[in-house]
């Protein structure tokens, strides 16, 4: 089974651009998750998919970041325009049930993003 | 929320049992003790879960004493492989993924 996979793996971008990050899920998996760790901070919550419906979008740090999940498959999430403090690594996570007790969370493998 | 206290950083020597010891005096009822793997530049990775007592699967063991308030990983003879960041989440696992708290992990060398 493909595991989840996030494009790109690095990006770098100026300050004032946009930039949007891809995540493919594992097949089937109705729960999608994107967290981030920006620099010398631990990874933290963004928000949570369930299908298509954003279920929790509490961790978004501003309207400048947009997450979409259009058709419940894949997800992006768009920086714009993209300032310094956002650089660190995106990550993404997919789950089958909302119940994490017995199905967890499967993270890819992340997209760095350096805003100069 | 739950929050959890781990050693910045260990080593060990290759074929040993290593334990990584988690604090987290203020669990709730409903919260879970769960454990990810980190190698560089990868994603975190689900390593093992319990609530109470002792759980075992083919990778790690976890230790959960009978107040919750701390918790053990145990991985059997580790080997050079085994180098990561290791991370204890204590949260309501039912719904939600607001509540998981990664913290700064706990950094394992393995040494030959």
């Known amino acids: 089974e493909a595991g989840v996979t996030q494009f790109p793996s690095h990006s770098v971008i100026e300050k004032g651009q946009t930039v949007t990050l891809r995540c493919d899920p594992i097949?089937?998996?109705?729960?999608l998750y994107w967290y981030r760790r920006v620099m010398g901070k631990e990874i933290k919550f963004l928000l949570h998919?369930?299908?298509?419906?954003?279920?929790?979008e509490s961790g978004m740090p501003n309207n400048r970041f947009l997450a979409e999940r259009t058709g419940g498959t894949y997800s992006t999430l768009k920086v714009q325009p993209a300032e310094l403090e956002d650089s660190g690594v995106y990550f993404c996570a997919s789950s089958l049930g909302q119940d994490r007790r017995n199905s967890p969370l499967h993270f890819g493998n992340g997209t760095r993003l350096t805003v100069t | 929320l739950a929050k959890t206290t781990q050693p910045i950083s260990m080593d060990s020597y290759e074929g040993q049992e290593v334990n990584i010891t988690c604090s987290h005096n203020n669990i709730a009822t409903n919260d879970y003790i769960t454990w990810y793997q980190q190698f560089p530049s990868q994603g975190p990775r689900f390593i093992i879960q319990?609530?109470?007592t002792k759980v075992t699967n083919e990778v790690a063991s976890l230790f959960i004493p009978a107040d919750r308030k701390s918790s053990t990983l145990s991985l059997p003879r580790v080997s050079l492989s085994d180098t990561a960041v290791y991370y204890c989440l204590v949260g309501d696992m039912r719904t939600g993924a607001n509540n998981l708290f990664f913290g700064t992990g706990t950094r394992l060398t393995v040494i030959p």
């Open positions: 319990g609530y109470k």
């Open positions: 998919f369930v299908k298509e419906s954003k279920q929790d």
């Open positions: 097949s089937g998996h109705d729960n």
